[in-house]
């Protein structure tokens, strides 16, 4: 049984992992291998800030919130061990900030301590008059793919480099099931109108003594277009960029005045060494395609599970949508009858 | 020590390996230029009708932040700081610099309460301005966590600190042996940064550092009018004081630049403050111990205890260890003192004893002290002697 994840950000990466450990154990002949062109520290997932939160309004797909919190307590619980940073992982406490009163997030009870903010808080941000504190969690994308991409060595799953050019060619290579994690390019397999790339700018600079996260919000831009500023390990991202439609993989110089005078303005300790920038493009999509589609080409039939289209809270959702494609995967082996007993669940 | 016959006449006693710590002369005062290298200047002055000298013996947290205080409530004066360390070498360096405070049983607790607010309310200030990063000053957020219920589940300063409510249930599931927390933002203020910070702060107000051990603090008579006693355990010696002692503390400073909160252990032997260039990782508390030395047991010991609150410290490297001796003290002191040999007289404000609370006090008894020190000078300036101040 030979399974190709096409793609090699969070989702891929973690698709493989989560579908290797579930059902290796009762699938011998499982062999699972990861086809990408681009690869750690190259891909999208390695420019996002890493953190757990998604976006404010409730999603069109109600899984999507059940994916989000599968994916908070799957994360939380590896907190407690001493890989926690190794995997890029650590908790982080911080501020969300209004204009105006806005009602509470759905998943305030998932992240940690939610609670709003205070009079005295909120003087720290004069441009603001509401906002919210509570504990969420950091991933770091590079830090999270390198560890990912260890697990999986060792589990002898196989990665390739390549650029796949069509699903057929996959498919007539000998894949038994496709594991499409193509992210935004997933048009360019198979045409998604619904598929749009969210260009992202961010800056990082060296500013350890923040601790805390600063998101700020104005439902007049649009998620992602007002100031954020994201500790992660070692350095802070700086970003406010959100442009549908643009594919320029080129760092702009407004997007850069733009992320670098509204984030001091937010924040004026920020007197910090800038170390680098860089773009990225949030596969955005009205929902997330996870599912099942067969293909034919020729005699044989190719089962082919989408998982692609995250928007800007791949990281958030990742765990959760991974262990649904291993449901879905879980589906084929059964109609194939390769299943020997139930797999254990994880 | 030797007595040299200066030129003008008279004689002092010249101390050995005298150098200013900054060899520029300032000379900034409001009375115009003079020639002032260490002690030597009290020669070419007449009776402080103009400048009061000032001396502040110690250059720790409260040496400092006394001397940055002293001029911007004292009229006319001049301000020497004294001491036989600076920065990094003082036991303000060691200590994690977190604003929780240290309960008093000596001093009441609304005092306590006003330096604790004064202290903290300047200090947010700084952290939300472009000087946080120079000063060493910005906000951390964590947990206060407890084995069995504390006494006081509502701690004097809660309304302090910014956002302080207990910990939910979800929260306390990260600490399996604890049963209660506290979940508050504070502030962090940095002994390397902030101290030279302050030193930067003395001198463009025209203060000199001068790096010389006072054994006695006759040895600041004449040259000096008022003296600020701030050396902490030195005050044993200096002051002659048997209720100051030391309670050691050795703590590790560690790399773990994922963890971005801190974590206390409600019994204050255990806890992890997250800094800018390290995690401080402590402690003990040693009484009556004045031993300097890591001791290798006790680091292992601090490190395993702190692994069990947070396991991802199995990672952190380059771990160095420390050691400082918190003046201690049931109370703050903070007192003038008219000291009296033969027709000699030399005011003396004492300003020392915070023992392990002195970052988190510092400013208001800072504040607190150079009021003493103004009233001192108003004593000098007025011609009827004075019997007792």
Known sequence: MRVVV???????????????????????????????????????????????????SNPSNPQETHWNQQTFDYLLSHLHSPNAADMGLALISGYNLFHEAVPDPSWKDIVLGFRKLTPRELDMFPDYSYGWFNTSLILEGKRYLQWLTERLTERGVKFSQRKVESLEEVARGGADVIINCTGVRAGELQPDPMLQPGRGQIIKVDAPWMKHFIVTHDPER???????????????????????????EVNNIQDHKSIWEGCCR????????????????????????????????GP???????????????????WGCALEAAKLFGEVLEERKLLRMPPSHL | MPVVNSPMGGSFAFPQSLRARDQLLTGKTSVGARAFCGFQGCFFRDRPMDTVRIAVVGAGLMGLSTAVCIPTLVPRCSVTVIADKFTPDTTSDVAAGILIPHAYPDTPVHKQ????????????SIANSAEAGDAGVYLVSGWQIFRSMPTEEVPFWADVVLGFRKMTEAELKKFPQHVFGQAFT?????????????????????????????????????????????????????AGDSTIFPVRGQVL??????LKHFIRDGSGLTYIYPGTSNVTLGGTRQKGDWNLSPDAEISRDIFSRCCALEPSLHRACDIREKVGLRPSRPGIRLQKELLAQDSRRLPVVHHYGHGSGGFSMHWGTALEAARLVNECAQALGSPAPKSKL
């Open chain 2, 253 to 258: 400073k560690v790399q773990a630049p994922w």
């Open chain 1, 300 to 318: 044989s039939n190719t089962e082919l599970i989408h998982n692609y289209g995250h928007g800007g809270y791949g990281l958030t959702i990742h």
């Open chain 2, 113 to 124: 309460k006003q330096w604790f607010r004064e202290t903290f309310d300047h200090l947010f």
């Open chain 1, 266 to 297: 937010l924040e004026p300790t920020l007197k910090a060494e800038i170390v680098s920038e860089c773009t990225g493009f949030r596969p955005v999509r009205p929902q997330v395609r996870l599912e099942r589609e067969r293909l034919r080409f």
């Open chain 1, 222 to 248: 649009g998620i992602y277009r007002s100031p954020y500023i994201i500790p992660g390990i070692r350095e802070v991202t700086l970003g406010g960029i959100f442009q549908l439609g643009n594919w320029s």
């Open chain 2, 186 to 238: 504070t502030l962090k203020c940095e002994g390397p940064v902030y101290l030279p910070w302050l030193e930067k702060r003395v001198k463009r107000s025209g203060g000199l550092m001068v790096p010389q051990r006072i054994e006695d603090l006759w040895e600041l008579h004449p040259s000096f009018d008022i003296v600020v006693n701030c050396s902490g355990l030195g005050s044993r010696q200096l």
């Open chain 1, 6 to 56: 096409i793609g090699a950000g969070v989702i891929g990466l973690s698709t493989a992992l989560c579908i290797h450990d579930r059902y290796q154990p009762v699938l011998q002949s499982l062999d699972v291998r990861v086809y990408a062109d681009r690869f750690t520290p190259l891909t999208n997932t390695d420019v996002a800030a890493g953190l757990w939160q998604p976006y404010l």
